[in-house]
């Protein structure tokens, strides 16, 4: 794989990242190259030596992804670095779990509490942030439950025509 090619496709996700998400950029960059790195399990050296940033930066960027559910750690026999890659298997906690949606809903009507005598405009901001809230949590699972089928069904397909 093209060396350049990577670190420009690296380049973008971290791009994205930081505009959309306010990610560190270090973070997006190793989020872009864990997705399509040879071999796909790599070692903290392997990845600041591949993006050219120090161990300390890819070990920030790494906690982050890894507090996102985003990142597995496997450590072989006989090895003592850990080798991380991007977690496959379970996409739920990436923004599909209806708690945290009700917890912001939560924090919204706290929020409306100390409102209570302020006018409409001035309560809006958060009776709009409840309610969209309340509608994600209750729409979010069945969302991810119709994503796993169409998932599987590319899948399936894709088997086929192989």
């Known amino acids: 794989m093209d060396r350049d090619k990577v670190l420009i496709f690296a380049d973008h996700i971290a791009r994205f990242y930081a505009e ?4 560190a950029p270090v973070t997006g960059r190793v ?17 600041a030596e591949a993006l ?11 906690k982050t992804i890894e507090n996102m559910n985003l990142l597995q750690r496997t450590r072989p026999a ?3 670095a850990d080798l991380v890659s991007l977690n496959p298997r379970d996409w739920r906690d990436t923004g599909f779990q209806a708690s945290e949606y ?19 405009e001035r309560r809006q901001p958060l009776e709009m942030m409840a309610s969209m ?28 025509e192989g």
């Open 20 to 23: 959309k998400y306010g990610f």
């Open 31 to 47: 989020l872009g190259y864990l997705s399509v790195c040879q071999p796909m399990e790599q070692s903290i050296n392997d990845i």
């Open 52 to 62: 050219f940033t120090s161990r300390s930066a890819i070990n920030g960027a790494l």
């Open 78 to 80: 006989g090895t003592r």
């Open 102 to 120: 009700l917890q912001t809903a939560a924090l919204a009507r706290e929020g409306l509490e100390l409102l209570k005598s302020a006018t409409s």
């Open 133 to 160: 809230n309340d509608f994600l949590a209750e729409r979010i699972p069945k969302l991810y439950d119709e994503w796993m089928e169409y998932h599987q069904k590319q899948n399936a397909n894709k088997h086929k």
